[in-house]
């Protein structure tokens, strides 16, 4: 199992000495400081993260060996620089009006004025993400061909409401108008374009990818070739949408962006390893509820993220509720194979 982690625990090392670094260039004295708020940023990231693992699994198993590959060394490449250094900084500068080097400047040489830029962008952020998750959560819950129940009430009423044509979408517009009521005029505008954005470019790359997964089942070429391309997309939009959450929550531990990326790049690391870990050893296959846990901490997430546009809510409980639910599926999971074995 130690194999899977390998690189991981390298990337750890690596990123403590980093953080360790930076500390003493600061300040000296800041180094040990700068060490341990790398490492709690990282241990935020997985526990915020480990529903991401789950979902990651989920799809990486009905894709080509060559699109897996290319998820777990290019995305770890897209995650890590893309999706928690730069992301942030393109949000910045669309919803700050200025330009991207600008943000880069404030972000590496003031970062209290960057940190107060990305907090100004809270609503558009929280809505964006927690529209895109809760459409994803729909999709779950909402699927016909669904026939396991963790939680049966609420599941058999959710498959049911399903049956409702676009229900995944009205849905996720009453909620997200429910949330304009707290809201300013100018956050308002602002929140409803980022969750109309959200829903929109779920729609858009999930049809694409049934789509096109239909059409590889019947040994169409075009798309047997883009199939793994749209997957791929899908997975890092997903991902875009948890790390988010990451971003924002380490910003209240520390304003420094280097110690960020580098206690959240930690962490995406250990997420990819799970992720192998559940697709080799078809964790799935064996704990069948653990996929449930994931939706529903992806929907409570969601929820947490389209409440935490008018009102903080700690990364604490955020990390805290995840884990409850993931824990409580695999707890299920293994109380469900032992009846099966009696």
């Given at each position: 199992m130690i194999r899977y982690f390998e690189w991981s625990f390298g990337i750890l090392l690596g990123g403590m000495i980093l953080a360790f670094w930076r500390g003493e260039a600061?300040?000296?004295?800041?180094?040990?400081?700068?060490?341990?708020?790398?490492?709690?940023?990282?241990?935020?990231?997985?526990?915020?993260?480990?529903?991401?693992?789950?979902?990651?699994?989920?799809?990486?198993?009905?894709?080509?060996?060559?699109w897996r590959q290319r998820f777990l060394t290019w995305g770890i490449a897209i995650a890590v620089f893309g999706m928690r250094f730069v992301f942030p900084i393109v949000i910045v500068a669309v919803f700050a009006d200025l330009p991207c080097r600008t943000v880069l400047g404030l972000a590496l040489h003031n970062p209290d004025e960057y940190a107060r830029h990305l907090e100004e962008a809270n609503v558009g952020i929280s809505s964006f993400g927690g529209t895109f998750l809760m459409m994803l959560f729909f999709e779950f819950m909402f699927d016909k061909n669904k026939t396991l129940n963790w939680i049966s009430l609420p599941e058999k009423a959710l498959r049911?409401?399903?049956?409702?044509?676009?229900?995944?979408?009205?849905?996720?517009?009453?909620?997200?108008?429910?949330?304009?009521?707290?809201?300013?005029?100018?956050?308002?505008?602002?929140?409803?374009?980022?969750?109309?954005?959200?829903?929109?470019?779920?729609?858009?790359?999930h049809g694409v990818s049934q789509k096109l997964e239909k059409m590889a089942a019947m040994k169409n070429e075009f798309a047997i070739k883009h199939a793994g391309l749209a997957a791929?997309?899908?997975?890092?939009?997903?991902?875009?949408?948890?790390?988010?959450?990451?971003?924002?929550?380490?910003?209240?531990?520390?304003?420094?962006?280097?110690?960020?990326?580098?206690?959240l790049a930690v962490g995406a690391f250990f997420v990819r390893s799970l992720t192998i870990v559940?697709?080799?050893?078809?964790?799935?296959?064996?704990?069948?509820y653990l996929t449930h846990g994931a939706y529903w901490a992806i929907g409570a997430l969601a929820c947490i993220m389209l409440i935490a546009t008018f009102h903080e809510i700690p990364e604490a409980v955020t990390g805290t509720l995840g884990m409850f639910l993931i824990l409580a599926s695999l707890v299920s999971s293994i109380r469900y194979n032992l009846k099966r074995r009696k």
């Open positions: 600061t300040a000296s004295g800041l180094g040990f400081s700068f060490l341990l708020t790398a490492l709690v940023i990282s241990v935020l990231e997985v526990s915020l993260s480990f529903d991401n693992a789950v979902i990651n699994a989920t799809k990486l198993e009905k894709m080509s060996h060559k049911k409401i399903g049956r409702i044509k676009f229900a995944p979408t009205i849905l996720t517009l009453i909620l997200l108008a429910l949330t304009q009521i707290a809201l300013g005029e100018h956050e308002r505008a602002v929140s409803m374009v980022a969750g109309v954005s959200g829903i929109i470019v779920h729609l858009l790359i791929f997309i899908y997975l890092e939009l997903i991902d875009a949408s948890f790390s988010l959450d990451g971003v924002l929550g380490a910003f209240a531990l520390t304003k420094d962006v280097v110690v960020i990326a580098i206690g559940l697709v080799e050893k078809k964790t799935l296959e064996k704990l069948l």
